[in-house]
């Protein structure tokens, strides 16, 4: 079993800055791709970023290519989401997921957090 805790959300004027993170534990939570994704009420989740878990390769979503960097930290066993020029669009919750060969579909990953909310007014 594989626990994820997200943290760092909150409001921000457009333009600004948010740093996401999510810890992770469980025994194998260290060798599981981590991403993020994101979710509006009534819409589906949106793939946002993916770390791998052996290379530490990252991929993007387009809209968010160049604006957001993701990132890892083996030794606390965390993954970071670093949010630049943050748009309105960008409101929405976040949801930071694992699993063994997770790529950019939410059905690839067997484990979520609870999700933080992230609001970017105009």
């Known amino acids: 079993q594989v626990q994820l805790v997200e943290s760092g959300g909150g409001l921000v004027q457009a333009g600004g800055s948010l740093r996401l993170s999510c810890a992770a534990s469980?025994?194998?939570?260290?060798?599981?791709?981590k991403a993020w994704f994101r979710q509006a009420p009534g819409k589906e989740r949106e793939f946002v970023a993916a770390?791998?878990?052996?290379?530490?390769?990252?991929a993007y979503a387009d809209s968010v290519r160049g604006r957001f960097t993701v990132s890892r930290d083996n030794a606390k066993n965390t993954v970071n989401l670093e949010m630049n020029s943050l748009k309105p669009e960008d409101t929405d919750v976040y949801y930071c997921?694992?699993?063994?060969?997770?790529?950019?579909?939410?059905?690839?990953?067997?484990?979520w957090g609870q999700g933080t909310q992230v609001n970017v007014s105009s």
């Open positions: 770390i791998g878990w052996y290379f530490g390769s990252a």
């Open positions: 469980g025994r194998t939570s260290s060798n599981y791709n």
């Open positions: 997921a694992a699993g063994p060969t997770g790529n950019r579909s939410p059905k690839s990953y067997e484990y």
